[in-house]
Nanobody, 122 residues
Framework: QSHLVESGGGLVQPGGSLRLSCAGA????????IGWFRQAPGKEREGVSC????????YYADSVKGRFTISRDNAKNTVYLQMNSLEPEDTAVYYC???????????????WGQGTQVTVSS
């Protein structure tokens, strides 16, 4: 099974918040830059946010800038995505991924989790 495990997804109303977690399972995340990606039905997987190995730098897609915050706690072997002011357009399966660079490009990542569903609806 995957060595990256996402959790924290669910159903939330517009304007609400969710906090996603990406945990290493027999896999040390502090060796990697970590990205969050999402895939909505009928759409390509897209980058949401990423964070460098030491957590110093973070990057966000324009669509989530100011609403989402990525962070990591390497002592807990976990990366988080705090999602505020959620909109129906944020509905997607959210994936975390590990790779050698911090980008929002799918092909730059080597390891992926199984995904967690986020649904934003009234």
């Amino acid at each position: 099974q995957s060595h990256l495990v996402e959790s924290g997804g669910g159903l939330v109303q517009p304007g609400g918040s969710l906090r996603l977690s990406c945990a290493g399972a027999g896999f040390t995340l502090d060796d990697y830059n970590i990205g969050w990606f999402r895939q909505a039905p009928g759409k390509e997987r897209e980058g949401v946010s990423c964070i460098t190995r030491d957590g110093e730098f973070t990057y966000y897609a324009d669509s989530v800038k100011g609403r989402f915050t990525i962070s990591r706690d390497n002592a807990k072997n976990t990366v988080y995505l705090q999602m505020n002011s959620l909109e129906p357009e944020d509905t997607a399966v959210y994936y975390c991924a590990a790779g050698p660079v911090a980008t929002l490009v799918v092909r730059h990542y080597d390891y992926w989790g199984q995904g967690t569903q986020v649904t934003v609806s009234s």
